[in-house]
Protein backbone atom coordinates (compact mmCIF):
# COMPACT_ATOMS: atom_id res chain seq x y z
CA UNK A 1 0.00 0.00 0.00
CA UNK A 2 1.24 3.30 -0.95
CA UNK A 3 2.88 5.74 1.74
CA UNK A 4 2.32 9.38 2.17
CA UNK A 5 2.06 12.51 3.95
CA UNK A 6 -1.04 14.75 4.74
CA UNK A 7 -0.22 18.51 3.33
CA UNK A 8 -3.46 20.06 4.21
CA UNK A 9 -7.04 18.90 5.33
CA UNK A 10 -10.18 20.48 4.57
CA UNK A 11 -13.66 19.69 5.50
CA UNK A 12 -12.83 15.88 5.20
CA UNK A 13 -10.63 15.93 2.57
CA UNK A 14 -7.11 15.16 2.64
CA UNK A 15 -4.23 16.27 -0.22
CA UNK A 16 -1.81 13.74 0.38
CA UNK A 17 1.34 13.37 -1.26
CA UNK A 18 2.36 9.86 -2.40
CA UNK A 19 6.36 9.48 -1.14
CA UNK A 20 7.27 7.61 -4.26
CA UNK A 21 4.94 8.78 -7.49
CA UNK A 22 4.98 12.81 -5.73
CA UNK A 23 1.41 12.39 -7.06
CA UNK A 24 -1.37 14.57 -5.09
CA UNK A 25 -4.05 12.47 -3.85
CA UNK A 26 -7.80 13.68 -2.92
CA UNK A 27 -8.32 11.15 0.31
CA UNK A 28 -11.11 10.65 2.82
CA UNK A 29 -10.68 8.42 5.83
CA UNK A 30 -12.15 5.08 5.27
CA UNK A 31 -15.45 4.28 7.42
CA UNK A 32 -14.16 1.56 9.14
CA UNK A 33 -11.29 3.30 10.55
CA UNK A 34 -13.88 6.03 12.08
CA UNK A 35 -15.87 3.16 13.48
CA UNK A 36 -12.61 1.36 14.66
CA UNK A 37 -11.95 4.78 16.76
CA UNK A 38 -9.37 5.67 15.18
CA UNK A 39 -7.62 9.51 15.33
CA UNK A 40 -8.93 11.91 13.30
CA UNK A 41 -5.61 12.56 10.88
CA UNK A 42 -3.59 15.97 10.78
CA UNK A 43 -1.51 17.61 8.46
CA UNK A 44 1.85 16.68 8.77
CA UNK A 45 0.65 12.91 9.39
CA UNK A 46 2.10 10.17 7.53
CA UNK A 47 -0.25 7.62 6.29
CA UNK A 48 -0.35 4.89 4.25
CA UNK A 49 -3.24 5.03 1.62
CA UNK A 50 -5.62 3.18 -0.83
CA UNK A 51 -5.68 4.27 -4.79
CA UNK A 52 -9.40 4.36 -5.33
CA UNK A 53 -9.26 6.35 -8.94
CA UNK A 54 -5.29 6.71 -10.31
CA UNK A 55 -6.42 9.14 -13.36
CA UNK A 56 -8.61 11.88 -11.06
CA UNK A 57 -5.70 11.29 -7.84
CA UNK A 58 -8.40 9.89 -5.58
CA UNK A 59 -8.03 7.61 -2.82
CA UNK A 60 -8.94 6.28 0.57
CA UNK A 61 -6.44 6.65 4.20
CA UNK A 62 -5.82 3.46 5.89
CA UNK A 63 -3.36 4.07 8.84
CA UNK A 64 -1.65 7.12 10.34
CA UNK A 65 1.58 6.02 11.11
CA UNK A 66 2.84 6.70 14.66
CA UNK A 67 3.36 10.19 15.20
CA UNK A 68 6.68 11.74 16.48
CA UNK A 69 4.52 14.18 18.11
CA UNK A 70 1.13 16.31 17.72
CA UNK A 71 -0.91 19.26 18.39
CA UNK A 72 -4.83 20.13 18.61
CA UNK A 73 -4.40 24.04 18.36
CA UNK A 74 -2.82 24.34 15.91
CA UNK A 75 -3.54 20.61 14.50
CA UNK A 76 -0.54 19.64 12.96
CA UNK A 77 1.42 16.54 13.62
CA UNK A 78 5.37 15.02 12.93
CA UNK A 79 7.14 18.68 13.78
CA UNK A 80 11.37 18.59 13.62
CA UNK A 81 11.43 22.36 14.18
CA UNK A 82 9.40 25.44 15.09
CA UNK A 83 10.87 29.09 13.81
CA UNK A 84 9.82 30.93 16.48
CA UNK A 85 9.20 34.25 14.74
CA UNK A 86 9.18 38.00 16.82
CA UNK A 87 9.14 41.03 15.08
CA UNK A 88 11.67 44.10 16.72
CA UNK A 89 8.32 46.06 16.61
CA UNK A 90 4.71 46.28 14.82
CA UNK A 91 4.16 43.88 16.81
CA UNK A 92 5.48 44.39 19.88
CA UNK A 93 7.20 41.64 21.01
CA UNK A 94 6.10 39.09 23.70
CA UNK A 95 8.70 37.30 25.38
CA UNK A 96 6.84 35.58 27.28
CA UNK A 97 5.20 34.10 24.20
CA UNK A 98 8.56 33.09 23.09
CA UNK A 99 9.69 31.64 26.32
CA UNK A 100 6.56 29.38 26.73
CA UNK A 101 7.27 28.27 22.52
CA UNK A 102 10.62 27.36 23.59
CA UNK A 103 9.37 25.18 26.52
CA UNK A 104 6.94 23.52 24.27
CA UNK A 105 9.94 22.79 22.00
CA UNK A 106 12.03 20.76 25.07
CA UNK A 107 8.65 19.07 25.80
CA UNK A 108 8.05 17.91 22.64
CA UNK A 109 11.72 16.57 21.21
CA UNK A 110 11.42 19.92 18.23
CA UNK A 111 14.39 21.91 17.78
CA UNK A 112 13.61 25.82 17.62
CA UNK A 113 14.36 28.61 15.61
CA UNK A 114 14.28 32.11 16.63
CA UNK A 115 13.34 34.63 14.10
CA UNK A 116 13.76 37.95 14.58
CA UNK A 117 11.43 39.95 11.97
CA UNK A 118 10.94 43.50 10.61
CA UNK A 119 14.46 44.58 11.19
CA UNK A 120 14.16 47.53 9.02
CA UNK A 121 12.04 48.59 11.61
CA UNK A 122 14.34 48.76 14.29
CA UNK A 123 14.91 52.21 14.52
CA UNK A 124 15.15 52.20 18.76
CA UNK A 125 17.97 49.59 18.21
CA UNK A 126 16.31 46.65 19.82
CA UNK A 127 17.57 43.96 18.13
CA UNK A 128 20.72 43.53 20.35
CA UNK A 129 18.64 43.40 23.25
CA UNK A 130 16.60 40.55 21.61
CA UNK A 131 19.51 38.79 20.47
CA UNK A 132 20.91 38.85 24.16
CA UNK A 133 17.81 37.55 25.80
CA UNK A 134 18.34 34.16 24.08
CA UNK A 135 21.85 33.96 23.31
CA UNK A 136 22.27 31.61 25.95
CA UNK A 137 19.84 29.29 24.68
CA UNK A 138 22.22 28.07 22.15
CA UNK A 139 19.68 28.07 19.68
CA UNK A 140 20.41 29.39 16.33
CA UNK A 141 18.85 33.27 16.01
CA UNK A 142 18.03 34.82 12.90
CA UNK A 143 18.10 38.62 11.80
CA UNK A 144 15.19 39.03 9.00
CA UNK A 145 13.73 41.34 7.05
CA UNK A 146 11.46 41.43 3.78
CA UNK A 147 13.40 44.38 2.13
CA UNK A 148 17.14 42.45 2.65
CA UNK A 149 16.52 39.11 0.40
CA UNK A 150 20.38 38.47 1.47
CA UNK A 151 18.87 37.55 4.72
CA UNK A 152 16.71 34.12 4.48
CA UNK A 153 20.25 32.95 3.01
CA UNK A 154 20.84 31.29 6.61
CA UNK A 155 16.98 30.78 7.50
CA UNK A 156 16.76 28.38 3.89
CA UNK A 157 20.10 25.87 4.90
CA UNK A 158 18.22 25.42 8.59
CA UNK A 159 15.16 24.48 7.03
CA UNK A 160 16.39 21.98 4.41
CA UNK A 161 15.49 18.46 5.61
CA UNK A 162 13.46 18.86 8.07
CA UNK A 163 9.39 20.13 8.07
CA UNK A 164 9.65 23.08 10.10
CA UNK A 165 6.43 25.09 11.48
CA UNK A 166 6.25 28.83 11.94
CA UNK A 167 4.74 30.37 15.61
CA UNK A 168 4.45 33.50 16.83
CA UNK A 169 2.37 36.66 17.23
CA UNK A 170 -0.47 37.23 14.99
CA UNK A 171 1.32 40.15 12.22
CA UNK A 172 5.22 39.46 13.42
CA UNK A 173 5.34 38.30 9.52
CA UNK A 174 5.17 34.43 9.51
CA UNK A 175 3.28 33.88 6.52
CA UNK A 176 6.05 36.38 4.67
CA UNK A 177 8.68 34.71 5.28
CA UNK A 178 7.13 31.57 4.26
CA UNK A 179 6.62 33.12 0.80
CA UNK A 180 9.83 34.75 0.99
CA UNK A 181 11.55 31.23 1.08
CA UNK A 182 8.95 29.58 -1.20
CA UNK A 183 9.60 32.35 -3.77
CA UNK A 184 12.98 32.06 -3.90
CA UNK A 185 12.60 28.50 -4.35
CA UNK A 186 10.15 28.51 -6.81
CA UNK A 187 11.90 30.78 -9.15
CA UNK A 188 15.11 27.82 -8.99
CA UNK A 189 12.73 25.42 -9.97
CA UNK A 190 10.54 27.36 -12.34
CA UNK A 191 6.97 26.23 -10.90
CA UNK A 192 4.42 28.79 -9.79
CA UNK A 193 1.29 26.55 -8.82
CA UNK A 194 1.82 25.64 -5.26
CA UNK A 195 2.56 29.65 -4.20
CA UNK A 196 0.76 30.63 -0.81
CA UNK A 197 -1.78 32.99 -2.08
CA UNK A 198 -0.19 36.49 -1.46
CA UNK A 199 -1.80 39.49 0.48
CA UNK A 200 -2.39 40.41 4.03
CA UNK A 201 -4.50 37.82 4.92
CA UNK A 202 -4.05 35.89 8.38
CA UNK A 203 -3.71 32.30 8.26
CA UNK A 204 -6.51 30.13 8.61
CA UNK A 205 -5.76 26.52 7.35
CA UNK A 206 -2.46 24.68 8.19
CA UNK A 207 -0.57 23.77 4.80
CA UNK A 208 2.88 22.07 4.55
CA UNK A 209 4.69 23.41 1.58
CA UNK A 210 7.54 21.11 0.27
CA UNK A 211 11.14 22.86 -0.57
CA UNK A 212 13.25 21.77 -3.16
CA UNK A 213 16.16 20.49 -1.22
CA UNK A 214 13.61 18.39 0.80
CA UNK A 215 11.78 18.97 4.06
CA UNK A 216 8.86 20.80 3.92
CA UNK A 217 7.50 23.97 5.60
CA UNK A 218 4.25 24.69 7.58
CA UNK A 219 1.82 27.73 7.88
CA UNK A 220 0.07 27.16 10.60
CA UNK A 221 -2.92 29.75 12.42
CA UNK A 222 -2.29 29.85 16.03
CA UNK A 223 0.59 29.11 18.58
CA UNK A 224 -0.48 32.71 19.60
CA UNK A 225 -1.61 32.40 22.67
CA UNK A 226 0.04 29.38 24.83
CA UNK A 227 -0.67 27.94 28.30
CA UNK A 228 1.87 25.24 29.36
CA UNK A 229 0.02 23.93 32.46
CA UNK A 230 0.96 20.88 31.32
CA UNK A 231 4.16 21.10 32.65
CA UNK A 232 5.05 20.96 36.13
CA UNK A 233 6.51 23.67 38.55
CA UNK A 234 9.07 21.66 39.39
CA UNK A 235 10.88 20.05 36.14
CA UNK A 236 10.34 23.92 34.78
CA UNK A 237 14.28 24.21 35.15
CA UNK A 238 14.76 21.55 32.61
CA UNK A 239 13.37 23.65 29.97
CA UNK A 240 15.81 26.49 30.68
CA UNK A 241 18.88 25.52 28.42
CA UNK A 242 20.94 27.88 30.12
CA UNK A 243 20.46 26.70 33.84
CA UNK A 244 22.07 22.97 32.89
CA UNK A 245 25.51 24.18 34.11
CA UNK A 246 24.49 24.61 37.54
CA UNK A 247 21.80 22.45 38.05
CA UNK A 248 22.12 20.92 41.72
CA UNK A 249 25.14 23.65 42.29
CA UNK A 250 22.78 25.23 44.76
CA UNK A 251 22.62 25.47 48.51
CA UNK A 252 19.15 24.03 48.99
CA UNK A 253 18.28 20.90 47.04
CA UNK A 254 14.91 21.13 45.47
CA UNK A 255 15.92 24.94 44.83
CA UNK A 256 12.86 26.57 42.90
CA UNK A 257 15.50 29.64 41.76
CA UNK A 258 13.31 32.02 42.61
CA UNK A 259 13.93 33.38 46.25
CA UNK A 260 16.06 30.76 47.55
CA UNK A 261 19.61 32.55 49.33
CA UNK A 262 22.72 31.14 47.08
CA UNK A 263 21.13 30.13 44.36
CA UNK A 264 23.37 29.04 41.73
CA UNK A 265 20.36 30.08 38.83
CA UNK A 266 21.02 33.63 40.20
CA UNK A 267 24.78 33.81 40.22
CA UNK A 268 24.12 33.42 35.98
CA UNK A 269 23.16 36.30 36.13
CA UNK A 270 26.03 38.23 37.25
CA UNK A 271 27.97 36.54 35.07
CA UNK A 272 25.76 37.66 32.20
CA UNK A 273 24.82 34.14 31.15
CA UNK A 274 21.39 34.52 31.86
CA UNK A 275 19.56 37.52 30.81
CA UNK A 276 17.82 39.24 33.46
CA UNK A 277 14.56 39.69 31.99
CA UNK A 278 14.46 36.58 30.94
CA UNK A 279 15.18 35.11 34.60
CA UNK A 280 11.98 37.19 35.56
CA UNK A 281 9.79 35.74 33.15
CA UNK A 282 11.29 32.61 34.48
CA UNK A 283 10.05 33.65 37.97
CA UNK A 284 6.68 34.61 36.95
CA UNK A 285 6.10 31.66 35.32
CA UNK A 286 7.28 29.24 38.06
CA UNK A 287 4.91 31.20 39.87
CA UNK A 288 2.05 30.57 37.67
CA UNK A 289 2.40 26.88 37.27
CA UNK A 290 2.77 26.51 40.78
CA UNK A 291 -0.73 27.97 41.55
CA UNK A 292 -2.08 25.48 39.23
CA UNK A 293 -0.69 22.76 41.28
CA UNK A 294 -1.64 24.10 44.18
CA UNK A 295 -5.16 24.71 43.38
CA UNK A 296 -5.13 21.38 41.99
CA UNK A 297 -3.92 19.00 44.83
CA UNK A 298 -4.25 20.95 48.04
CA UNK A 299 -7.19 21.42 49.89
N1 LIG B 1 8.38 46.48 7.66
C1 LIG B 1 8.23 45.15 7.56
N2 LIG B 1 6.99 44.63 7.46
C2 LIG B 1 6.87 43.29 7.36
C3 LIG B 1 8.02 42.43 7.36
N3 LIG B 1 7.56 41.17 7.27
C4 LIG B 1 6.21 41.23 7.22
N4 LIG B 1 5.79 42.51 7.27
C5 LIG B 1 4.39 42.99 7.22
O1 LIG B 1 3.69 42.61 8.42
C6 LIG B 1 2.30 42.35 8.15
C7 LIG B 1 1.90 40.99 8.69
O2 LIG B 1 2.61 39.96 8.00
P1 LIG B 1 2.08 38.46 7.88
O3 LIG B 1 3.14 37.72 7.15
O4 LIG B 1 0.71 38.41 7.34
O5 LIG B 1 2.05 38.05 9.43
P2 LIG B 1 1.64 36.64 10.07
O6 LIG B 1 2.61 36.40 11.18
O7 LIG B 1 1.54 35.58 9.04
O8 LIG B 1 0.22 36.97 10.70
P3 LIG B 1 -0.98 35.91 11.04
O9 LIG B 1 -1.24 35.05 9.86
O10 LIG B 1 -2.13 36.83 11.39
O11 LIG B 1 -0.53 35.13 12.24
C8 LIG B 1 2.16 42.46 6.63
O12 LIG B 1 1.64 43.74 6.33
C9 LIG B 1 3.60 42.32 6.11
O13 LIG B 1 3.81 42.97 4.89
C10 LIG B 1 9.32 43.03 7.45
O14 LIG B 1 10.36 42.38 7.44
N5 LIG B 1 9.36 44.39 7.54
MG1 LIG C 1 -0.06 34.29 8.44
ZN1 LIG D 1 18.66 27.81 42.67
Known amino acids: MPEGIILKGIGG ?20 HRKEGGLTPLAGDRVTFRILDEKKLEGHIDRILDR ?50 KFDLD ?9 KAYQGTGFPIIVLSKFFKDSYQELRREL ?6 FAGQSGVGKSTILNMILDNW ?8 DRIQRGKHTT ?7 L ?11 FSSFSVSDISHNSLEQYYPEFEEC ?17 AVRDLIGQQKLDQKRYYRYVELYRELKEVYDNRYRR
Open 13 to 32: FYQVLDGDSENLYTCKVRGV
Open 68 to 117: RNAFVRPPVANIDQLAIVLAVRSPDPDLMLVDKLLITCLSKDIRPLILIN
Open 123 to 131: DAHRVDELK
Open 160 to 165: IGYTTA
Open 186 to 193: LMETGDIS
Open 204 to 210: RHVQLFR
Open 212 to 222: DGGGFIVDTPG
Open 247 to 263: IGQCRFKGCSHTSEPDC
